[in-house]
Every structure is written in C-alpha cells, then in structure tokens.
C-alpha cells in the first residue's frame, strides 16, 4: 500500500501489458459468456405436474421437481418471488411447452418444506479479509425541511466496520459503532464473525497497532497480516530474539524502501 508521499515516484513502475494475437478465439470467449441455454428434458415435462395424491387432504397442482426448478433459478439470478414466477412463465414460454406456471404464493408456502441449492459465494479456501470502515449519516424526520431551509445543527452519524471476503466480494462481518470508536478497536469482534480460516488480514494505516497483530496470532496464527506501518513506526523491544510481523515489515521497509 503505497503512501500519497511516494505519488511522484509511481511513474517510475513499468506497467504490465498484455498482448493478445489470437483475437478471433479471445472474441468468441467474451461472447460465450453471455450465452445462456435452458432447456427441459421429457423426464422434467412429463414429471412437471404433482403425482395423484392417494390420502386426504388437497391436491397439489405442481411436483417438488416444478418448485425446486423455479425456487433454483430464483437462487442464481437473486430475484423476487414475482419475478420468479414471471421468469418461468417466459422460458416455457419461449420453449414452446404447454405447461402451468407457479403462481408467487405457491412458491413461498411450498419453500417451506424443501431444500433448495443456494449459490455459495463463500471462499472454499482460507479468507483473505480485507477491513474498513465507512460514515453512515443519521437522518430523522423532516429532513426535506432541512434540504429546503438549511440548519446550522450538526447531524449525527455513526461508523460501519466492514470484513470483506476479497475473492468474493461478500461482506463477512459488520460492526456499527458510534463515530468516536477506534477502527482497531473493532478487529476482535469482526474476527469473532469469520467462522473458517483465516489467511490475511488487510488494512489500511489506522489499523497499525500491536493490540491487532495480538488478536489475529492468538485466533489465527497461520495468518499474515498486511497493515502499512506508520511512517514514525519503531521496531519492539524484542525484534532480535523474536521479531514480529510489524518488525519484519518495518525491515523490509528499511531495506527496500517503503514503496518497495
């Protein structure tokens, strides 16, 4: 993480370039990932409507294989219960099949009683987390008044801290503060949401403090932790007989240079 100090030697980093020859097949590959093909087989046609039912009670129009390939596409496209059932309706539709649509409603009383896959998009590996935290202005009643006539009060806002899966994107952990809180303060709770193991943890130079480095060698010792040091940092007492993760850092700093 380079500091704004080193802007004025950035230009002095080649940049990467990629050269592509074969366009015709890196063409088609971008394109192919925009296809999409769904298709229904006899078996799922003929298996579309639920079965006779032989002891008392109501007769369900649809079978479990008709709900759970409505509730499956509903999970991989993150959609609503309407526009699910407007989703289905269109490919048989456009399938030309003479086949019922479940309605909404059907498909939330029917979820209840079956499993449904649900995309993961959770690392499979150890995490790599990256945190932060972000201003969240409070707003009450009224507001358009205050938009409208302007107000000397000063609104209150409070702090979002945020563990990021960085492979996924996911948000893993939250913790909302008041604004005076510390951002390092934060790292054990945020830690105690992160179920699996942890590979890194990332930051930025607010999270520079021996207490962070403690809490994530005591939880995950395999873990590196990458948090620039600030720019007075000092090693330990103890850096020739046992250095740290900061110590090492602060040397590879003395030794390459901090943007090194």
């Known amino acids: 993480m380079p500091f704004k100090a080193n802007a004025a030697r950035?230009?002095?980093?080649?940049?990467?370039?990629?050269?592509?020859?074969?366009?015709?097949?890196?063409?088609a590959a971008l394109r192919q990932r925009g296809s999409l093909t769904v298709w229904f087989s006899d078996e799922a046609i003929a298996a579309w409507r639920a079965e006779p039912r032989t002891?008392?009670?109501?007769?369900?129009?649809?079978?479990?294989?008709?709900?759970?390939?409505?509730?499956?596409?509903?999970?991989?496209?993150?959609?609503?219960?309407?526009q699910t059932e407007g989703l289905i309706g269109s490919i048989l539709q456009l399938l030309g099949l003479d086949l019922e649509v479940p309605d909404h409603s059907t498909l939330s009383r029917r979820a209840e009683a079956l499993e449904t896959p649900k995309p993961s998009?959770?690392?499979r590996g150890p995490v790599h987390l990256l945190v932060d935290s972000t201003g969240l202005r409070l707003y009450g009643p009224g507001e358009w008044l205050v938009e409208?006539?302007?107000?000397?009060?000063?609104?209150?806002?409070?702090?979002?801290?945020?563990?990021?899966?960085?492979?996924t994107g996911q948000i893993l952990a939250t913790e909302l503060?008041?604004?005076?809180?510390?951002?390092?303060?934060?790292?054990?709770?945020?830690l105690d949401q992160i179920t699996g193991p942890l590979a890194s943890l990332t930051g930025d130079g607010a999270y520079d403090q021996a207490g962070i480095?403690?809490?994530?060698?005591?939880?995950?010792p395999e873990a590196d932790v990458i948090v620039p040091p600030r720019s007075t940092a000092?090693?330990?007492?103890?850096?020739?007989?046992?250095?740290?993760?900061?110590?090492?850092?602060l040397q590879s700093i003395g030794e390459h240079g901090r943007l090194g």
């Open 213 to 220: 480095y403690d809490a994530i060698a005591k939880r995950h």
């Open 148 to 167: 409208k006539h302007g107000t000397r009060r000063r609104r209150a806002w409070r702090k979002l801290h945020i563990g990021v899966d960085a492979d």
């Open 121 to 123: 998009s959770i690392s």
């Open 55 to 82: 002891t008392r009670g109501g007769q369900p129009h649809y079978s479990a294989l008709a709900i759970q390939t409505a509730l499956t596409l509903r999970a991989v496209f993150r959609l609503a219960l309407r």
């Open 177 to 190: 503060t008041t604004s005076d809180v510390d951002d390092g303060s934060q790292i054990e709770l945020l």
């Open 10 to 27: 950035w230009h002095q980093i080649p940049k990467q370039r990629y050269r592509v020859t074969n366009w015709a097949e890196y063409d």
């Open 234 to 249: 000092v090693l330990s007492e103890g850096v020739k007989t046992a250095p740290t993760q900061r110590d090492r850092h």
